[in-house]
Nanobody
Framework: QVQLVESGGGLVQPGGSLRLSCAAS????????MGWYRQTPGNQRELVAT???????NYADSVKGRFTISRDVAKKTIYLQMNSLKPEDTAVYYC?????????WGQGTQVTVSS
């Protein structure tokens, strides 16, 4: 079993920055892909960014050029640096990890962009 713990959410003004972290624990199996998703009330969870063990990265069009995903493989931790935040980035951000035994989700962290 894999546990994912997110941190770093909060309230920030438009144009500001936040850095999210997601630490994986509980399993020695490789987590091939890790990533961030977000969800707002009444909407489906959507992809924000993913990163593979080999460093391949994918971003949603809405965050390209503003968000940066990175990964510390040894620490089983990923990060999401979010710059130039907009009110429409407000959501609960979830970490997801994919391993040989399936997908795992964190509990989510709230990001609110508001003046």
């Amino acid at each position: 079993q894999v546990q994912l713990v997110e941190s770093g959410g909060g309230l920030v003004q438009p144009g500001g920055s936040l850095r999210l972290s997601c630490a994986a624990s509980g399993s020695s199996l490789s987590l091939n892909v890790m990533g961030w998703y977000r969800q707002t009330p009444g909407n489906q969870r959507e992809l924000v960014a993913t990163i593979t063990l080999t460093g391949n990265i994918n971003y949603a069009d809405s965050v390209k050029g503003r968000f940066t995903i990175s990964r510390d493989v040894a620490k089983k931790t990923i990060y999401l640096q979010m710059n130039s935040l907009k009110p429409e980035d407000t959501a609960v951000y979830y970490c997801r990890a994919t391993g040989s035994r399936g997908n795992y989700w964190g509990q989510g962290t709230q990001v609110t962009v508001s003046s």
